[in-house]
């Protein structure tokens, strides 16, 4: 089993910043990748970011591209998302996931998702 901890939610200001953490323990697999999923009221869980845990690489919705950054700690199995200039339209309850499949069309869907975090508000305000 794993279990995902996330850290960071909160408000702030439109234009502001903050970092969200995602913290995997339990049997943590050689390879895997780590993603982010945001949902709004009224609306489907979408895609945010993923990283490969192996190779590195990023992939990023056309919404956030340019004001996000998703990175992480392999030591740590820990995944972080960096928001800057935030918009009142990113207000969201983030959930942090880990698949163990790969490829762009697995990463960016949510139902390829194995384990899920508890999820974290974030509100923007305008």
């Known amino acids: 089993q794993v279990q995902l901890v996330e850290s960071g939610g909160g408000l702030v200001q439109a234009g502001g910043s903050l970092r969200l953490s995602c913290a995997a323990s339990?049997?943590?697999?050689?390879?895997?990748?780590m993603g982010w999923f945001r949902q709004a009221p009224g609306k489907e869980r979408e895609f945010v970011a993923a990283i490969s845990k192996i190779s590195g690489s990023t992939n990023y919705a056309d919404s956030v591209k340019g004001r996000f950054t998703i990175s992480r700690d392999n030591a740590k199995n820990t995944v972080f998302l960096q928001m800057n200039s935030l918009k009142p339209e990113d207000t969201a309850v983030y959930y942090c996931a880990v698949t163990l499949r790969g490829g762009s069309y697995y990463v960016t869907t949510a139902a390829s998702y194995d384990y899920w975090g508890q999820g974290a508000q974030v509100t923007v305000s305008s």
């Open positions: 339990g049997r943590i697999f050689s390879s895997y990748t």
